[in-house]
């Protein structure tokens, strides 16, 4: 369970985040949907803790990760916006890395690589070096690298930006086993499909704001359009002109 | 988990890459193969210019008029030849260093007590021919005296009264000290490997990680930034080690090369002495690798961290520089500063004397104090929200 109550992230000249608060709660899949630049990867790294928020809190199954990092974490699987590997390593090695590094080891960690590789279709190139691979094949090595702790809170930034079809297929198969097993999955696009077809819950963000929430249909009632793509231009541009309406005034 | 677990899980990664790294291998493996090479083979020449006296070829006109003076030069290992017509312009044009001239009264002179005359033709402005003429000189003086000895004896005089005053040179300088002047380069080498070893594995570790994108999802680990900045640096500590103790070991196999003591210097150093100038050094290459992680902490990329870390290298030439040119004794505040203090041991070694244990523990104990404090450093670095997304 991610929770995030009024957070506001200032930094020098630009408010980035304002007042955002939502839940990710456990065996569901919470999308975080947003235009480039609504703040989706700031509100991400608030809740990881790396980005400490001007204003208001976060909770990881009920721990601050400002106030203890190392125990938060160990409840964090995250995806982040940055997800470069090891280039002269296998990935294997890269794995096995992050791995020993949340206190695992030994042969229970070679079997979760061996299960998260043939999740993730990843099997036959687990002992080769990184460096050929192609960005779908990394971003499966990323992925298998963030949740190799077998965390109960999954944070994936933009996964399947670059993607081609087929990775995009085994990575939807991949999260809907995450939440099959109980997860907190919270996931964050700027592609409306992504979050229909995944998502239990949307949050639609715009301009550092959290502009609605709800499911797809809730969604889609509540501005009276027909698809979620209607409906997110619809949000997202109400904030646009009561914000052009805030300067005029 | 332990922590020391966690930090070993960072060092084994941290050299693996490393050792798969081909620059980073580079600069472990080539520098301490070039230096000490190059210095050789300057010495070497070096050496074989000074000690090699080459055969001087002198040619004398009318030497029939002088025989023993002949077999004197022949004996200072001068070979004398025929003179041409023209001594004049034999020593113009350069084709003999000089020409020596036996005047027609030189054997009458000589048995009637006189003065006897030689003219030795030589051209001062040809500095080539200055080391030969020299020698040229020296050996008529010494045969002029000689004669002027016998003399003297002859008459029932002692030589001394026409030395009035004699001149005895007391040379204090040993074999071993004079040997120093070339052994000088092996502290500055080693020197400069502690500070190159490291480097490359130090900015690939840091700005390596943060150009590659994979800095954020460490930091996301829950393994804390001063562990992981532990880790980071016994690896780069062990790249520095490394390359210190291959690049003593060239240096001391390319000086056992070089014919020092036909130089009539006992230059080369001992085991002992090794393990000394390796027992002063490597106490710096954790205060070396823990400089560069943290510089290179504040740069983008590698490359802009390999730009820092080489103007870093010069930190062991400057006090180096500024003691040969302001020679002192190092005093106790001297001592004790890093890398200053550790080049003050290390020509210590060099000269022959040996260093007291306070000094080594002075310089030893204030780089690994320097080295803590940088490593908190980088770890305070690493939490910074400017450093982990700085652009």
Same mark, same amino acid.
């Given at each position: 369970?991610?929770?995030?109550?009024?957070?506001?992230?200032?930094?020098?000249?630009?408010?980035?985040?304002?007042?955002?608060?939502?839940?990710?709660?456990?065996?569901?899949?919470?999308?975080?949907?947003?235009?480039?630049?609504?703040?989706?990867?700031?509100?991400?790294?608030?809740?990881?803790?790396?980005?400490?928020?001007?204003?208001?809190?976060?909770?990881?199954?009920?721990?601050?990760?400002?106030?203890?990092?190392?125990?938060?974490?160990?409840?964090?699987?995250?995806?982040?916006?940055?997800?470069?590997?090891?280039?002269?390593?296998?990935?294997?090695?890269?794995?096995?890395?992050?791995?020993?590094?949340?206190?695992?080891?030994?042969?229970?960690?070679?079997?979760?690589?061996?299960?998260?590789?043939?999740?993730?279709?990843?099997?036959?190139?687990?002992?080769?070096?990184?460096?050929?691979?192609?960005?779908?094949?990394?971003?499966?090595?990323?992925?298998?690298?963030?949740?190799?702790?077998?965390?109960?809170?999954?944070?994936?930034?933009?996964?399947?930006?670059?993607?081609?079809?087929?990775?995009?297929?085994?990575?939807?198969?991949?999260?809907?086993?995450?939440?099959?097993?109980?997860?907190?999955?919270?996931?964050?696009?700027?592609?409306?499909?992504?979050?229909?077809?995944?998502?239990?819950?949307?949050?639609?963000?715009?301009?550092?704001?959290?502009?609605?929430?709800?499911?797809?249909?809730?969604?889609?009632?509540?501005?009276?359009?027909?698809?979620?793509?209607?409906?997110?231009?619809?949000?997202?541009?109400?904030?646009?002109?009561?914000?052009?309406?805030?300067?005029?005034? | 988990?332990?922590?020391?677990?966690?930090?070993?899980?960072?060092?084994?990664?941290?050299?693996?890459?490393?050792?798969?790294?081909?620059?980073?291998?580079?600069?472990?493996?080539?520098?301490?193969?070039?230096?000490?090479?190059?210095?050789?083979?300057?010495?070497?020449?070096?050496?074989?210019?000074?000690?090699?006296?080459?055969?001087?070829?002198?040619?004398?006109?009318?030497?029939?008029?002088?025989?023993?003076?002949?077999?004197?030069?022949?004996?200072?290992?001068?070979?004398?030849?025929?003179?041409?017509?023209?001594?004049?312009?034999?020593?113009?044009?350069?084709?003999?260093?000089?020409?020596?001239?036996?005047?027609?009264?030189?054997?009458?002179?000589?048995?009637?007590?006189?003065?006897?005359?030689?003219?030795?033709?030589?051209?001062?402005?040809?500095?080539?021919?200055?080391?030969?003429?020299?020698?040229?000189?020296?050996?008529?003086?010494?045969?002029?005296?000689?004669?002027?000895?016998?003399?003297?004896?002859?008459?029932?005089?002692?030589?001394?009264?026409?030395?009035?005053?004699?001149?005895?040179?007391?040379?204090?300088?040993?074999?071993?000290?004079?040997?120093?002047?070339?052994?000088?380069?092996?502290?500055?080498?080693?020197?400069?490997?502690?500070?190159?070893?490291?480097?490359?594995?130090?900015?690939?570790?840091?700005?390596?990680?943060?150009?590659?994108?994979?800095?954020?999802?460490?930091?996301?680990?829950?393994?804390?930034?001063?562990?992981?900045?532990?880790?980071?640096?016994?690896?780069?500590?062990?790249?520095?080690?490394?390359?210190?103790?291959?690049?003593?070991?060239?240096?001391?196999?390319?000086?056992?090369?070089?014919?020092?003591?036909?130089?009539?210097?006992?230059?080369?150093?001992?085991?002992?002495?090794?393990?000394?100038?390796?027992?002063?050094?490597?106490?710096?290459?954790?205060?070396?690798?823990?400089?560069?992680?943290?510089? /290179?902490?504040?740069?983008?990329?590698?490359?802009?961290?390999?730009?820092?870390?080489?103007?870093?290298?010069? /930190?062991?030439?400057?006090?180096?520089?500024?003691?040969?040119?302001?020679?002192?004794?190092?005093?106790?505040?001297?001592?004790?500063?890093?890398?200053?203090?550790?080049?003050?041991?290390?020509?210590?070694?060099?000269?022959?004397?040996?260093?007291?244990?306070?000094?080594?523990?002075?310089?030893?104990?204030?780089?690994?104090?320097?080295?803590?404090?940088?490593?908190?450093?980088?770890?305070?670095?690493?939490?910074?929200?400017?450093?982990?997304?700085?652009?």
């Amino acid at each position: 369970m991610i929770e995030a109550s009024e957070l506001h992230k200032r930094f020098v000249e630009v408010t980035a985040v304002e007042c955002v608060s939502f839940s990710a709660p456990d065996a569901a899949i919470t999308g975080l949907l947003g235009p480039n630049g609504a703040g989706k990867t700031t509100v991400l790294r608030m809740v990881s803790g790396l980005v400490a928020p001007s204003r208001g809190s976060v909770a990881i199954d009920g721990v601050d990760p400002r106030k203890d990092p190392a125990r938060a974490r160990a409840k964090l699987g995250i995806l982040p916006d940055a997800r470069g590997l090891y280039a002269r390593l296998t990935a294997r090695e890269n794995v096995r890395y992050f791995g020993e590094l949340c206190g695992l080891g030994g042969r229970a960690l070679e079997r979760r690589i061996d299960e998260l590789f043939e999740l993730l279709e990843l099997g036959p190139l687990a002992d080769r070096s990184v460096a050929g691979f192609s960005q779908g094949e990394r971003m499966k090595v990323a992925i298998a690298r963030a949740v190799v702790h077998d965390p109960e809170n999954v944070i994936l930034d933009e996964p399947t930006n670059g993607l081609d079809v087929l990775s995009i297929r085994s990575l939807r198969s991949f999260i809907r086993e995450l939440k099959a097993r109980g997860r907190a999955v919270l996931f964050s696009s700027h592609a409306m499909q992504e979050v229909a077809a995944l998502c239990d819950g949307i949050v639609v963000m715009s301009a550092g704001r959290v502009v609605a929430c709800g499911t797809t249909d809730e969604l889609r009632e509540r501005t009276g359009k027909a698809s979620l793509e209607e409906a997110f231009i619809e949000l997202t541009s109400t904030v646009r002109e009561s914000e052009l309406d805030g300067v005029s005034e | 988990m332990s922590r020391a677990r966690l930090v070993l899980v960072v060092l084994k990664k941290e050299l693996r890459d490393g050792m798969r790294d081909r620059r980073a291998l580079f600069s472990l493996l080539v520098f301490p193969l070039v230096g000490p090479t190059l210095v050789s083979l300057m010495l070497a020449t070096l050496v074989e210019r000074a000690t090699a006296e080459p055969p001087i070829r002198l040619p004398v006109a009318h030497a029939e008029r002088a025989p023993a003076l002949i077999r004197h030069l022949v004996n200072e290992g001068i070979t004398v030849v025929d003179a041409p017509a023209d001594p004049i312009a034999e020593v113009r044009s350069g084709r003999a260093d000089a020409v020596l001239i036996v005047e027609s009264n030189y054997a009458e002179a000589l048995r009637l007590g006189r003065s006897a005359d030689v003219e030795l033709v030589l051209d001062d402005a040809r500095e080539d021919a200055r080391p030969a003429v020299r020698r040229v000189q020296r050996a008529l003086q010494v045969y002029g005296q000689t004669v002027g000895a016998l003399r003297l004896m002859a008459r029932g005089v002692s030589p001394n009264l026409a030395q009035a005053v004699a001149v005895h040179e007391v040379d204090l300088s040993t074999p071993q000290s004079r040997g120093a002047v070339f052994l000088n380069f092996v502290p500055l080498f080693v020197l400069m490997a502690a500070f190159i070893g490291g480097m490359h594995l130090a900015s690939d570790v840091t700005a390596g990680e943060r150009e590659r994108g994979s800095f954020e999802p460490l930091l996301l680990t829950p393994v804390s930034r001063r562990d992981l900045v532990v880790g980071k640096w016994f690896a780069a500590t062990a790249f520095a080690a490394t390359t210190v103790v291959v690049t003593l070991a060239c240096t001391a196999l390319a000086l056992s090369r070089v014919p020092l003591h036909r130089f009539g210097m006992a230059a080369s150093l001992s085991p002992r002495d090794l393990l000394l100038v390796l027992a002063t050094v490597l106490p710096l290459t954790p205060l070396a690798a823990a400089v560069e992680l943290l510089v /290179a902490s504040f740069a983008r990329t590698v490359k802009e961290a390999q730009i820092y870390l080489s103007l870093l290298t010069f /930190a062991p030439m400057l006090p180096a520089l500024y003691l040969s040119l302001q020679p002192m004794k190092p005093g106790p505040a001297m001592a004790a500063l890093p890398v200053v203090g550790q080049q003050a041991i290390l020509a210590a070694i060099v000269r022959g004397e040996a260093p007291t244990p306070l000094a080594f523990f002075a310089a030893g104990g204030s780089a690994m104090v320097l080295a803590c404090v940088a490593v908190l450093a980088t770890a305070a670095l690493f939490r910074s929200e400017r450093i982990v997304y700085g652009r």
